[in-house]
């Protein structure tokens, strides 16, 4: 298992291919697993690095770690980029992860070569704020009633991945995944919600790209709070949103296709970067 010691925790990373360097920054809960087919994928060209957040799954908990904020997740990703020596890179961040990749990028714009944000977990921004979290809050409700905490994670992460893509994930991620119910419930979800202000954003000179399910499109579906979120970055940054198949999971849902948007992404910013 590899280990890398930054900014004063353990982080489990993998590097595959080679080429221009990418960091892929996962939400909540913190494993990098669900992203390894999107990685494999894009190992022909680039240099891709997946982690586990700090305390999650294969990375452990730093001892007396009972808080954390956006500000310490993005000084992680920094610390690996630079211990691996491959800043700058470009990076990409899927839900709750973009925020912490919009916190790294608003602060160490140098270690960057452009950014791709998917789904935002931006809720206050959203046309109904209360109804999002009453969704979420609903999933909990159901799984606590059903088996504890983990089976409130799980069903939690059903609602974000949808329920047949969590059961045709490996199990061994799956396991991981809720293994990590105690730093979701006790540390990352007591932690302040983060939101980038449109000030700041609209000072950002590195290229960035948002992506949106189209299945999230709808004002019906079920998640489509995610895709407003995607339009108010955007908005925010002045770029539009490309949408991909799917919902909150497309890269999972639609691997290749998911694959393809990030591609162009990270072949724009090498054009941005002769420029």
């Known amino acids: 298992m590899t280990l890398l010691e930054v900014n004063g925790t353990s982080l489990f990373f993998e590097l595959r291919g080679q080429g221009p360097p ?5 939400g909540s809960p913190g494993d990098s697993g669900h992203l390894v087919p999107v990685a494999e ?5 680039f240099t891709v690095v997946t982690y586990d ?16 904020s956006t500000r310490e997740q993005a000084d992680d990703a920094a610390a690996l980029l630079q211990a691996l020596n491959l800043a700058p890179a470009a990076a990409f961040g899927i839900s709750s992860g973009s925020g912490i990749l919009a916190e790294l990028m608003l602060r160490r714009p140098e270690l960057l070569t452009g950014a791709v944000f998917h789904e935002p977990g931006f809720i206050e921004v959203t046309s109904d704020p209360d109804a999002a979290i009453a969704v979420m809050d609903a999933s909990f409700d159901e799984g606590m009633k059903r088996g504890g905490p983990k089976a ?3 069903t939690f992460a059903r609602l974000m ?3 047949e893509i969590w059961d045709a994930m490996d199990p061994s991620v799956r396991d991981r995944l809720v293994s990590n119910v105690d730093v979701f419930f006790e540390v990352e979800g007591k932690s302040e919600d983060y939101l980038p202000t449109r000030d700041a954003l609209r000072q950002v000179r590195l290229p960035c790209v948002v992506l949106a399910g189209q299945d999230n499109r709808p004002p019906d579906a079920l998640l489509h709070f995610f895709y407003e979120a995607s339009q108010w970055l955007a908005d925010a940054l ?3 949103v490309t949408e991909v198949p799917g919902a909150h999971a497309a890269h999972a849902s639609h691997p290749e296709a998911f694959a393809a948007a990030l591609r162009d992404a990270l072949r724009g910013f090498g054009q941005h970067s002769q420029s």
Do not use: F
């Open 22 to 26: 990418l960091l892929m920054i996962p």
């Open 41 to 45: 994928l894009l190992a022909d060209e």
């Open 53 to 68: 957040r700090r305390g999650n799954s294969r990375s452990p908990r730093p001892p007396r770690w009972t808080s954390t």
């Open 152 to 154: 409130a994670l799980e």
């Open 161 to 163: 991945i949808g329920a």
């Open 238 to 240: 002045g770029v539009p």
